[in-house]
């Protein structure tokens, strides 16, 4: 057994004195795709946020290749190699797609031209707009162009929130393989979303969570296979 890239071990996490996450506990694999799913207020985003440092664990820890990263400032954890795709403004609108590029990958010192090129080579939507305003975009190139611009940091583990909230089916599922094809390229993703059926058959690991805790936490297909999980998360 290889040990995972990112393991959240007993984390409890919240806002303020409210409590959120209740002794939480996951694991990402390097090559892997890990969903976590359940209703909404469930505490799926917060665990993004603590995993990514924007709310530091009160208790329990997030490590990265072993290392412990609970606490540590978000621009410390991107610069380790963990991005981030928040589920809402995640490009800005009154700048171009080549500047949100650019924007992405300030951490880097050194010359962006060559991986951002290779990221006009992947992504042709992206690569079609690069001087249009972020704002103009689709909400479908939205998202490509917000993935993107987490890639330029060359992360080893991407986070993403609701890659397909608010997309028409058909916009959802290029970027469900989008996000296939960011892991294939050798990116861990641990992602949310309210698709549960399409996100765990792309993935090979599955938390259900509900309240705060993990509910159910299995193989992806397992998961889709168990007629309580499919009852009460996934809509009979
Ligand atoms: N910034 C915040 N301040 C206070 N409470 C918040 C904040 N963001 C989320 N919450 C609360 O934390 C709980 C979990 O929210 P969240 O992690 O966003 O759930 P999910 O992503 O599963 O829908 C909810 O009860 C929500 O109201
Ligand atoms: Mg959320």
Not at 6 to 20: P, R
Not at 145 to 162: G, I, Q, S
């Amino acid at each position: 057994m290889t040990s995972p890239i990112l393991a959240v071990e007993n984390v409890d996490s919240g806002y303020g004195d409210v409590q959120v996450l209740d002794d939480l506990s996951l694991t990402l694999d390097a090559d892997g795709i890990a969903c976590l799913i359940g209703p909404n207020g469930a505490g799926k985003s917060t665990v993004l946020r603590t995993v990514f440092g924007l709310l530091t664990p009160w208790r329990g820890a997030v490590r990265y290749h072993g290392d412990e990263i609970g606490g540590m400032a978000p621009e410390d954890i991107v610069r380790a190699g963990i991005g981030y795709v928040p589920q809402t403004q995640n490009v800005f609108g009154s700048l171009t797609v080549e500047e949100n590029l650019r924007m992405g990958g300030t951490a880097r010192d050194d010359d962006l031209g060559p991986v951002i090129d290779e990221l006009y080579d992947r992504f042709s939507i992206v690569s079609e707009k690069r001087s249009a305003k972020a704002r103009t975009l689709s909400g479908g190139q939205r998202q490509v162009l917000a993935f993107a611009r987490a890639l330029v940091m060359e992360p080893d583990v991407l986070l993403v929130d609701e890659p397909s909230a608010g997309l028409a089916p058909n916009t959802a599922d290029e970027v469900f393989a989008d996000v296939e094809a960011v892991n294939a390229m050798g990116t861990a993703i641990l992602m949310v979303e309210q698709n549960a059926r399409k996100a765990l058959s792309i993935a090979e690991r599955g938390y259900v969570l509900d309240q705060g805790s993990v509910a159910y936490a299995d193989d992806a297909d397992t998961l889709l296979d168990n007629p309580e999980v499919s009852e009460l998360y996934l809509g009979g």
